[in-house]
């Protein structure tokens, strides 16, 4: 079955459209993370860098959760990025911590 073929969500009014949780385990962790943006003033999207420490919160979304880890104290970002943190995609998510390679990423 496609997620496509799922039913649109309610728009109950407050609810975001997603589950946040908390990993303990992974609270500090070293970590990279890749990703796309447009390039502005094109119709391209380009890859981006990211390099910091996760902090343990996380966004599921999805019936079949497609998890977001925050990461922040970014030692690493595209030029011009302006913002102190920033999601990364779990399945783009690199551990750089020995000790924390075994904690799973994805529920």
């Known amino acids: 079955m496609s997620s496509t073929a799922l039913p649109?969500?309610?728009?109950?009014?407050?609810?975001?459209?997603?589950?946040?949780?908390?990993?303990?385990?992974?609270?500090?962790?070293?970590?990279?993370?890749?990703?796309?943006?447009?390039?502005?003033?094109?119709?391209?999207a380009g890859r981006q860098d990211f390099a910091g420490r996760l902090t343990g919160n996380y966004r599921d979304f999805g019936p079949y959760p497609w998890r977001w880890y925050l990461m922040a104290e970014l030692t690493k970002k595209p030029n011009g990025y302006s913002l102190e943190a920033v999601w990364?995609?779990?399945?783009?998510?690199t551990l750089l911590d020995e000790d924390k390679l075994s904690i799973p990423l994805v529920p």
């Open 88 to 93: 990364c995609d779990s399945g783009n998510l």
């Open 8 to 44: 649109a969500p309610d728009d109950e009014a407050g609810e975001p459209p997603f589950r946040s949780g908390f990993e303990p385990r992974l609270r500090g962790a070293r970590a990279e993370c890749d990703g796309g943006a447009p390039v502005a003033g094109t119709h391209l």
